[in-house]
């Protein structure tokens, strides 16, 4: 079945800490992308990437880093300048550049600081 | 200019009732609006969307209606069912590529 998978699910980071989320795809998509959720808040961008070995800052890249060595692969690295990492984090992909542009979102990271 | 304002907070209706959310944005680039399903613990789903080029897309029971001179959009879902209980987001995207998301309506359905 083609998706996006997340993992892990369920992530701990002790302060100080980096650590890194997976997000891989099999949907040969170009466009893929990392959303922050916190309670009552909406999705906000963290990074995206349109290409291979490329990507750009979204709305809140503060304490985040990302590559995109692979077209399948982005994955998310929180590190410790972070202040607030404590959240739901979802990996999405879509079609760049083409007429049908849904995004498929991943069934998300959460990750809490200990 | 780049974000999408969403409204209301949270939503309780009826079964059989009609549930509306309403999302406005300022940008005139967006091209694109989907709306959101998102349940608890797992990630949003598509549920709609809609191109500026129509006044309103119907699903089943799910109706977007646009308004492009007022550069808004609202979601309608009639005869609200307890599984349509859930947090639903409008969205908007531009020619950057990427998605901009209002900041969700939890929808409460009572039987």
């Known amino acids: 079945d083609g998706g996006i998978t997340q993992s892990p699910k369920y992530l701990f980071r002790k302060e100080g800490q980096n650590v890194t989320l997976s997000c891989e795809q099999n949907l040969n998509h170009d466009a893929m992308y990392w959303y922050r959720q916190d309670p009552g808040q909406g999705l906000r961008l963290i990074y995206y990437?349109?290409?291979?070995?490329?990507?750009q800052k979204g709305d809140i890249a503060e304490g985040y880093s990302v590559s995109r060595e692979k077209k399948e692969s982005f994955p998310l690295t929180v590190t410790s300048a972070q202040k607030n990492p404590t959240a739901f984090y979802l990996c999405a992909s879509s079609i760049k550049g083409s007429m049908k542009t849904e995004a498929f979102f991943g069934q998300g990271t959460r990750l809490t600081v200990v | 200019q780049q974000q999408v304002k969403q409204s209301p907070q949270s939503l309780i209706v009826q079964k059989g009732g009609i549930s509306i959310i309403n999302c406005a944005y300022e940008?005139?680039?967006?091209?694109?609006f989907p709306w959101y399903q998102q349940f608890p613990g797992k990630g949003p789903a598509l549920l709609i969307a809609i191109r500026p080029d129509v006044s309103e897309k119907k699903e089943g029971r799910f109706t977007i209606s646009f308004n492009k001179s007022a550069k808004q959009f609202s979601l309608h879902i009639m005869d609200s069912q307890p599984g349509d209980s859930a947090t639903y987001f409008c969205a908007a995207r531009g020619r950057t590529d990427k998605l901009i998301f209002g900041t969700g309506t939890r929808l409460q359905v009572f039987p």
């Open positions: 990437s349109q290409i291979v070995n490329d990507f």
């Open positions: 940008n005139t680039a967006f091209d694109y």
